[in-house]
């Protein structure tokens, strides 16, 4: 079985600061993974993803993740905050076989002080 | 090209009531999802289509029918609507060019349910 763990259900960072969010998987297969955005009262949209190849995966708005099988961890990063990062990010796990077996993390919500 | 499309977007019913939430994509995807968002739990599926004529029960079914209409519309149906049903539900739909793990999702529907 899959699942999804991500340390930290607010995260707050300056504008300007490095932006760390973390995620931690289990997956008994190799696993696709993803990070995704929600803005307010809006759906989810993906920022990034991981199936296979180059483990540093970069991604819109200047985000990038790396996919880390030994630490099974693909945390999220943005050297430098913007106010428009303030959101919600989910980061989710699926197995190779098709998106219905998606498993999301309970997200992490991102302030962004001035 | 509008995505996927959600109606209502707002909806307050009350105990025992019921009603039917309407998602259509213009994408030509295979695959459509039903999730409902609760605070501090994600994303959790309720019920998938894998392909036109079929569905299947995701994590949390009970309480909820779905209808696959044809390739473009697949519609979730609460026959008796329960307090604790309040939730924000997405529809989300993937295939194509972008594969079946990533997912595109609808701006959702905002119930409450007294």
């Known amino acids: 079985a899959q699942s999804v763990t991500q340390l930290g259900s607010h995260v707050s960072v300056s504008e300007g600061a490095l932006v760390l969010l973390r995620c931690n998987y289990s997956?008994?297969?190799?696993?696709?993974l993803f990070w995704y955005v929600q803005y307010p009262n809006q759906g989810l949209q993906l920022l990034l993803k991981?199936?296979?190849?180059?483990?540093l995966v970069k991604g819109i708005n200047g985000f990038e993740a790396e996919f880390k099988k030994s630490e099974t961890s693909f945390h999220l990063t943005k050297p430098s905050a913007h106010m428009s990062d303030a959101a919600e990010y989910f980061c989710?796990?699926?197995?190779?076989?098709?998106?219905?077996?998606?498993?999301f993390g309970a997200g992490t919500r991102l302030f962004v002080k001035a | 090209n509008a995505g996927v499309t959600q109606t209502p977007k707002f909806q307050v019913l009350k105990t025992g009531q019921s009603m039917t939430l309407q998602c259509a994509q213009d994408?030509?995807?295979?695959?459509m999802y039903w999730y409902r968002q609760d605070p501090g739990m994600g994303l959790r599926l309720i019920y998938y289509?894998?392909?036109?004529?079929?569905?299947d029960k995701g994590e949390v079914p009970n309480g909820y029918n779905v209808s696959r209409l044809n390739k473009r519309e697949f519609s979730l149906r609460l026959e008796s609507a329960a307090p604790s049903q309040t939730s924000v539900y997405f529809c989300?739909?993937?295939?194509?060019?972008?594969?079946?793990?990533?997912?595109?999702f609808g701006p959702g529907t905002r119930l409450t349910v007294l």
């Open positions: 989300a739909s993937s295939g194509g060019r972008a594969g079946y793990n990533e997912q595109f």
């Open positions: 991981y199936t296979t190849g180059a483990t």
């Open positions: 989710a796990v699926s197995d190779q076989d098709g998106g219905f077996k998606t498993i």
């Open positions: 289509s894998a392909s036109e004529g079929t569905t």
């Open positions: 994408m030509n995807h295979n695959s």
């Open positions: 997956s008994s297969v190799p696993p696709y």
